[in-house]
C-alpha cells in the first residue's frame, strides 16, 4: 500500500535516510524541518502519516504531536516519534503527546516498514468515514469530528489473555485504575470467553504456554465477534519476527517485556482514542444514513425513499413482472385535530399512526411517509385482496382506539381513508400506479371517509 509520509527532522541527513528507505517501500515522502512546517503540511491534508523527530529547535516534536492531536481536522493523522532518545520515560511522553508509536534511532527498517504499513491500513479506513461524516454535515448532527476529538481513551473492556498469574495481576493492576479488566490464562478458554464479552482491548502473550500465541491473535481477527477489538501483543524484544508478522496480519500494536506499566496504560489508551474516533464517525454516517431515508417525525421512511423503491420495482428487470400493491392511506378530518388539539397533538397522532401501521404490515412491505398525513404502503408479491385484507385491518386498527394526546390528557378519535392499487400491465412508470392509488383514495374520502376503495383493474 503506498502512502504520503511525512518526514520531520531538522537534521538532513536523517531525512535523506528516512526518505531512502520509504522511498524504496514504494510509499511518497516529503519533508519538513521544523514544527511549525509540520503543522501546515498536515492541516493541508497532504500526508498519511508523520514521522517526527522529538528534538527539534523552537518547537519540539512532543509540541507538535500535541497539536496534531488536539484538532479534529489532523487527529486522525498517524504520528510515529522517530529519535534518539531511548529511555522509557521519553517514550511514555510521547505516548501521552498522543504519538501512535516510538522509535529509537538507529531505525530497524524492518520495523519502520512494519509500522507504517500498519498505522496507513487503518488510516484508510479513517478516511472513508471523515469524508463522509463530512459529507454529511448538512444533515446538522452533532460534529462528530469535534465531539471524537475529545475521547479520553478511558473506561474500555480489557481482556488479558496471559498463563502467568503474576504477571496477569500486576498488568491487571495497572490497567484497572481506568479499565474494566478480566483476565485468562487458557487459550481456548480466552477464545470462548472473547467471543461472548464484546471486550474493547485484548493483550495478547505470544508466549503462552502450549500454544501458538500469533495464531491466537490470528484467530481472534478471524472471529465475527472480534474482529473489531484491539489486539496487543506481548512479546520479548528478541522475537521481532513474529512481532513484525503479527503487525502484518493486522494486529494493532505491541509491547515488550519486561511490560512497563506506564506504557502498557499510555498504549491501551492511544489505541482506545484511535477506536472510538472511528467509532463516532462510523456512528455519525449510519445516523446521516438513515436522516436520508427516514421521516424524523414518524420513523417511517420518506418521500426520497419511497420514490427510489417505486423507481427499482419499475426499472429492475426482475421486479417488473412481480405483483406489487400500493396502499395509499389519509387520516380523515386532521386538520380538525390541529385546530382543535394543537399541532403537537397532531405530531402524536401521527407518530402513534405508523406505530400501529407497522404493526399490521409485514417486514417486506416498505411503509413510507408520502408528504402531511399522507402515508404510502408499497406491498410487494402480494395479490390486491390480500393488500385490500391488509388495508382494512390497518383501517380498523386506527379506528378502534382513540389516540392519547398531549401527555395522555385528552383523547381523540381518529379513522383512516384508504386507496388501493395494484400494477397493471400497462403501467409503464411508478407516476401510473401512484395515480391510481390516489384516484381510489380520493373515492373513499368521497364515499364517507373510514373505508378502503380498491382502483378498477
Known amino acids: 500500500m503506498s502512502a504520503r509520509v511525512l518526514v520531520v527532522d531538522d537534521t538532513p541527513i536523517n531525512v535523506k535516510l528516512l526518505e531512502a528507505r520509504l522511498s524504496a517501500e514504494y510509499f511518497d515522502v516529503i519533508s519538513a524541518s521544523n514544527g511549525r512546517e509540520a503543522l501546515e503540511i498536515c492541516e493541508q491534508n497532504r500526508c498519511d502519516i508523520v514521522l517526527l523527530d522529538a528534538m527539534m529547535p523552537g518547537m519540539d516534536g512532543f509540541e507538535v504531536c500535541r497539536k496534531l ?22 517514550r511514555l511522553r510521547g505516548l501521552d503527546a498522543g504519538a501512535d508509536d516510538f522509535l529509537t534511532k538507529p531505525v530497524d527498517d524492518m520495523a519502520l516498514i512494519a509500522r507504517v504499513r500498519s498505522l496507513v491500513r487503518l488510516k484508510a479506513v479513517t478516511d472513508e468515514l471523515r469524508t463522509r461524516v463530512i459529507a454529511s454535515r448538512e444533515f446538522g448532527l452533532e460534529d462528530a469530528l469535534v465531539s471524537a476529538t475529545a ?12 498463563d502467568r498469574p503474576a504477571t496477569a495481576e500486576r498488568l491487571a493492576a495497572a490497567l484497572a485504575i481506568y479499565h474494566h479488566v478480566d483476565w485468562e490464562a487458557d487459550p481456548q478458554q480466552a477464545l470462548a470467553r472473547a467471543a461472548l464479552q464484546n471486550y474493547d482491548v485484548i493483550l495478547v502473550n505470544l508466549d503462552i504456554g502450549g500454544f501458538d500465541g500469533l495464531r491466537l491473535c490470528g484467530q481472534l481477527r478471524a472471529f465475527e465477534s472480534t474482529r473489531n477489538a484491539i489486539v496487543l501483543m506481548m512479546a520479548r524484544a528478541e522475537d521481532k519476527e513474529r512481532i513484525l508478522r503479527g503487525l502484518d496480519i493486522g494486529m494493532n500494536d505491541y509491547l515488550l517485556r519486561p511490560v512497563d506499566r506506564n506504557e502498557l496504560v499510555a498504549r491501551v489508551r492511544t489505541q482506545m482514542r484511535r477506536k472510538r474516533f472511528a467509532d463516532r464517525l462510523r456512528d455519525s454516517v449510519q445516523a446521516s444514513l438513515e436522516l436520508a431515508v427516514i421521516d424524523s417525525l414518524t420513523g417511517l421512511h420518506n418521500r426520497r425513499f419511497l420514490d427510489a423503491r417505486l423507481g427499482a420495482a419499475f426499472e429492475a428487470p426482475t421486479l417488473g413482472t412481480r405483483p406489487l400493491v400500493l396502499l395509499m392511506l389519509d387520516l380523515d378530518h386532521f386538520k380538525t385535530v390541529n385546530d382543535q388539539f394543537g399541532h403537537d397533538a397532531g405530531d402524536e397522532v401521527l407518530k402513534e399512526c405508523a406505530n400501529r401501521i407497522r404493526t399490521q404490515t409485514r417486514g417486506i412491505d416498505i411503509v413510507a411517509r408520502f408528504g402531511g398525513e399522507e402515508i404510502v404502503i408499497i406491498v410487494p408479491d402480494a395479490t390486491s385482496e390480500a393488500a385490500e385484507v391488509m388495508a382494512e385491518r390497518i383501517r380498523e386498527e386506527i379506528e378502534h382506539q382513540p389516540f ?53 383493474a
Open 69 to 90: 492531536k488536539s484538532q479534529p481536522s489532523t487527529v486522525h493523522i498517524p504520528i510515529v516519534m522517530v529519535t534518539a532518545l531511548d529511555q522509557p520515560s521519553d
Open 151 to 162: 475521547e479520553t481513551g478511558q473506561n474500555a473492556r480489557v481482556f488479558i489473555i496471559e
Open 404 to 456: 392519547l394526546v398531549n401527555g395522555a390528557r385528552q383523547s381523540v378519535d381518529v379513522t383512516v381513508s384508504i386507496g388501493v392499487a395494484a400494477r397493471l400491465p400497462s403501467d409503464q412508470t411508478p407516476g401510473d400506479l401512484l395515480r391510481r392509488a390516489d384516484q381510489a383514495l380520493y373515492q373513499a374520502k368521497e364515499a364517507g371517509r373510514n373505508r378502503v376503495v380498491a382502483a378498477a
